[in-house]
């Protein structure tokens, strides 16, 4: 899995893909699901579990526009099973949690 760059600015691209970014403010929580299993808040879970009317009631502007990045991060670059619906995401949870304990 590629580590996410553009520290610093929080608005720095995080990952890009065609045009489209995840932003640097948004690139540590997603990391942090993604190696760690921590629960994002509300705009990434819905991205994770694939709930796209949730993901763009949440997300803020430049998150909406944006959310093909999100897709083609997690499609390309997070495990298979990590992501796809709300049970892949609770089992990559728990099987996180598993492993720290």
């Known amino acids: 899995m590629k580590t996410l760059n553009g520290y610093g ?12 970014t995840i932003p640097a403010y948004m690139r540590d929580a997603l990391q942090r699901y993604t190696e760690h299993g921590e629960p994002p808040g509300d705009f990434l879970t819905a991205v994770i579990t694939n709930n796209l ?16 990045a999100y897709i083609a991060y997690l499609y390309n670059e997070a495990p298979g099973q990590c992501w796809g619906s709300p049970e892949k995401m609770r ?3 728990e099987s996180k949690l598993q492993r720290a304990a």
Request: proline residues 10%.
């Open 91 to 93: 089992a990559w949870i």
């Open 53 to 68: 009317r949730e993901a763009v009631s949440r997300a803020d502007d430049h998150n909406q526009v944006n959310l093909p």
């Open 9 to 20: 600015n929080p608005l720095a691209p995080g990952y890009t893909f065609r045009g489209f």
